[in-house]
């Protein structure tokens, strides 16, 4: 019937492979074997045997003849054994496995019904033979095929699971056209709100910032009226803080309504980039331009400021005031707590020095005002002192000068900004100590011979001293009768001392005289000029 497909009882050779190349085979008579090919296919709905041979399953046949459908292919084709005398009798099916076509790409895909398996139907001693007609049942009209494949959404032949196929096509055929539908609309409607928000949100978001753009440039800045209410407030700016910066602060304390009107109000008033570091007492509520003509007035800031050469007693005596303490208080907190305050490593406190901190309260301006803790502002100045002498590099310095360590630099600076009397005095004063310090030194035999140190002694400043005095006080603070350094700094040197204590002239300066008394400081090199100064100071001062 086939022609010659080659059947003679043999079963195809492993490997090899059919004259259709793989494709479904075409049956024009299967007509005749009508309830093969559709009744006995669960799981088609009616699709044609051509259309679904991946899902098709493999019949047994028992003694009887009657079909069984108890066995499904699930990925491993099962081949039919055959031999010589018909189907073996035990019923079963053996399994020939097929060498992979190099060249057929559903080489390892189970074999299409029809396809690659030879058919034992197309003989004479086909088994079993086909029904009558009486017991046939009518076909059921065939589907277009781009139907069945829009419907599997797959093509014939490939290598899915057929139990998951046969399921998934059931629900589809219960459920065509309804569920696909809403879910279709529910993505839709999103993505139009989604799309809605979007473009909704991008508008508010350029409006509002077009908006401040124009406020920012051509709108007024948020102001009060009049001069601030009778709350006050102490408001602490920092050094090198600019016009948006002190607004800022400014504002976070109540005292202006925007950054943006004190800086408009700082520019245009006169002298108004001139407000300095420090803390001022400042009310609230106030418009900008009270506020920066307020900050204009010294008497509005709450600072001390440690002058150049100034003594740490004093020092502790302004904070005290600042901050409405007992006298004595911040001198006690400065006893008790000077090593918590940051000193640098190199400091000394032996038992003959009066005062830890002395030489390390920088001289500048600090905020000081009411409610804050003295501690709090020694640490601001020691922190600065700190801080620009390790960026002199003291310690090497220090060697180069013939000194031991920094802190006999910084001693030796306080005692030229305490005998310097102007800026020109510093250099010729450093070298004059360095000289006296010196071995060699048979002017003074390595005496000082300072007032200054005399008098940071008494807490004085009083230059007149009687020799019967300097020689009846024995502390080694007293350079008239102990060689060498004092034992510390004796007041907080300022930059330019520090400069030039680092920078000494070479001239061989070892005398000097103060001949007005007061700022007139003049230089010797040998004992008969200094005696010459002398006489002058005398006829200066009535002596």
């Given at each position: 019937m086939?022609?010659?497909v080659g059947?003679?009882?043999?079963?195809?050779?492993?490997g090899?492979?059919?004259?259709?190349?793989?494709?479904?085979?075409?049956?024009p008579?299967?007509s005749?074997?009508?309830d093969?090919?559709?009744?006995?296919?669960?799981?088609?709905?009616?699709?044609q045997?051509q259309?679904?041979?991946?899902q098709?399953?493999?019949?047994?046949y028992?003694?009887s003849?009657?079909?069984?459908?108890d066995?499904?292919?699930?990925?491993h084709?099962?081949?039919q054994?055959?031999?010589?005398?018909?189907w073996?009798?035990t019923g079963t099916?053996g399994?020939?496995?097929?060498?992979?076509?190099p060249?057929?790409?559903?080489?390892q895909?189970?074999?299409?019904?029809?396809?690659?398996?030879?058919?034992?139907?197309?003989?004479e001693?086909?088994?079993?033979?086909?029904?009558?007609p009486?017991?046939?049942?009518?076909?059921?009209?065939?589907e277009?095929?781009?139907?069945a494949?829009?419907?599997h959404?797959?093509?014939?032949?490939?290598?899915?699971?057929?139990?998951e196929?046969?399921?998934?096509?059931?629900?589809?055929?219960?459920?065509?056209?309804?569920?696909?539908?809403?879910?279709?609309?529910r993505?839709?409607?999103?993505?139009?709100?989604?799309?809605?928000?979007?473009?909704?949100g991008?508008?508010?978001g350029?409006?509002?910032?077009?908006?401040k753009?124009y406020?920012?440039?051509?709108?007024?800045a948020?102001?009060?009226?009049?001069?601030?209410?009778?709350?006050t407030?102490?408001?602490?700016?920092p050094?090198g803080?600019?016009g948006?910066?002190?607004?800022r602060?400014?504002?976070e304390?109540g005292?202006v309504?925007?950054a943006d009107?004190?800086?408009?109000?700082?520019g245009?008033?006169?002298?108004?980039?001139?407000?300095?570091?420090?803390?001022y007492?400042l009310?609230?509520?106030?418009?900008?331009?009270?506020?920066?003509?307020?900050?204009?007035d010294?008497?509005?800031?709450?600072?001390?400021?440690?002058?150049?050469?100034?003594?740490?007693?004093n020092?502790?005596?302004?904070?005290?005031k600042?901050?409405?303490?007992?006298?004595?208080?911040?001198?006690?907190?400065?006893r008790?707590?000077?090593?918590?305050l940051?000193?640098?490593?190199?400091a000394?406190?032996?038992?003959?020095?009066?005062?830890?901190l002395?030489g390390?309260l920088?001289?500048?301006?600090?905020?000081?005002?009411?409610?804050m803790?003295?501690?709090?502002i020694?640490?601001?100045?020691?922190?600065?002192?700190?801080?620009?002498?390790?960026?002199?590099?003291?310690?090497?310095?220090?060697?180069?000068?013939?000194?031991?360590?920094?802190?006999?630099l910084?001693?030796v600076?306080?005692?030229?900004?305490?005998?310097g009397?102007?800026?020109?005095?510093?250099?010729?004063?450093?070298?004059?100590?360095?000289?006296?310090?010196?071995?060699?030194n048979?002017?003074t035999?390595r005496?000082?011979?300072?007032?200054?140190?005399?008098n940071?002694?008494?807490?004085k400043?009083?230059?007149?001293?009687s020799?019967?005095?300097i020689?009846s006080?024995?502390s080694?603070y007293?350079?008239?009768?102990?060689?060498?350094?004092?034992?510390?700094?004796?007041g907080?040197?300022?930059?330019d001392?520090?400069?030039?204590t680092?920078?000494?002239?070479?001239?061989?300066?070892?005398?000097?005289?103060?001949?007005?008394?007061?700022n007139?400081?003049?230089?010797?090199?040998?004992y008969?000029e200094?005696?010459?100064?002398?006489?002058?100071f005398?006829a200066?001062?009535?002596?």
């Amino acid at each position: 019937m086939y022609g010659d497909v080659g059947w003679g009882g043999q079963q195809a050779q492993a490997g090899q492979r059919s004259p259709y190349d793989g494709r479904p085979q075409q049956y024009p008579q299967a007509s005749q074997y009508g309830d093969w090919s559709q009744e006995q296919q669960p799981g088609y709905g009616g699709q044609q045997h051509q259309q679904h041979q991946h899902q098709q399953q493999h019949q047994q046949y028992d003694t009887s003849g009657q079909p069984q459908y108890d066995q499904q292919f699930t990925g491993h084709p099962q081949q039919q054994q055959f031999h010589q005398g018909g189907w073996d009798a035990t019923g079963t099916h053996g399994q020939v496995p097929y060498a992979a076509d190099p060249g057929d790409p559903y080489g390892q895909q189970p074999v299409a019904y029809g396809g690659e398996q030879p058919d034992f139907y197309g003989t004479e001693d086909a088994y079993p033979p086909p029904e009558p007609p009486g017991r046939r049942r009518p076909e059921p009209d065939p589907e277009p095929a781009a139907d069945a494949e829009e419907e599997h959404g797959v093509l014939p032949g490939d290598d899915e699971d057929d139990e998951e196929h046969e399921l998934q096509g059931r629900r589809e055929r219960r459920g065509k056209g309804r569920k696909p539908v809403k879910s279709k609309k529910r993505r839709t409607g999103c993505a139009c709100m989604v799309v809605v928000l979007v473009f909704g949100g991008g508008l508010g978001g350029v409006g509002y910032f077009g908006y401040k753009f124009y406020q920012n440039r051509f709108g007024t800045a948020p102001d009060f009226a009049g001069e601030g209410s009778s709350q006050t407030v102490t408001v602490e700016i920092p050094k090198g803080a600019g016009g948006w910066e002190i607004g800022r602060r400014l504002k976070e304390a109540g005292v202006v309504k925007s950054a943006d009107a004190f800086v408009h109000a700082q520019g245009t008033t006169p002298g108004g980039d001139g407000i300095q570091a420090g803390a001022y007492l400042l009310k609230k509520e106030m418009s900008a331009a009270s506020a920066v003509k307020l900050m204009l007035d010294p008497r509005s800031q709450n600072n001390v400021v440690v002058t150049e050469g100034e003594r740490n007693t004093n020092v502790y005596a302004a904070i005290d005031k600042r901050l409405e303490l007992p006298d004595g208080s911040t001198k006690k907190i400065a006893r008790k707590q000077y090593k918590s305050l940051g000193l640098p490593s190199w400091a000394e406190n032996n038992s003959d020095i009066m005062d830890p901190l002395e030489g390390f309260l920088w001289p500048a301006t600090y905020p000081a005002a009411k409610g804050m803790k003295p501690e709090a502002i020694l640490k601001q100045m020691v922190t600065q002192a700190k801080q620009k002498y390790a960026a002199y590099g003291l310690d090497g310095k220090a060697r180069e000068l013939g000194l031991n360590n920094a802190f006999e630099l910084v001693t030796v600076a306080s005692l030229v900004q305490a005998e310097g009397k102007t800026h020109d005095d510093f250099r010729k004063m450093a070298e004059v100590v360095y000289n006296r310090l010196k071995p060699t030194n048979t002017e003074t035999n390595r005496l000082l011979q300072f007032d200054s140190t005399y008098n940071y002694l008494l807490g004085k400043s009083n230059i007149h001293i009687s020799e019967k005095e300097i020689n009846s006080n024995p502390s080694p603070y007293n350079t008239y009768t102990h060689k060498g350094l004092p034992p510390g700094p004796i007041g907080n040197p300022g930059e330019d001392a520090l400069k030039a204590t680092l920078n000494p002239t070479d001239d061989g300066w070892i005398y000097f005289v103060a001949t007005d008394g007061t700022n007139n400081t003049e230089f010797a090199k040998t004992y008969a000029e200094f005696q010459e100064l002398k006489d002058k100071f005398n006829a200066s001062s009535g002596n």
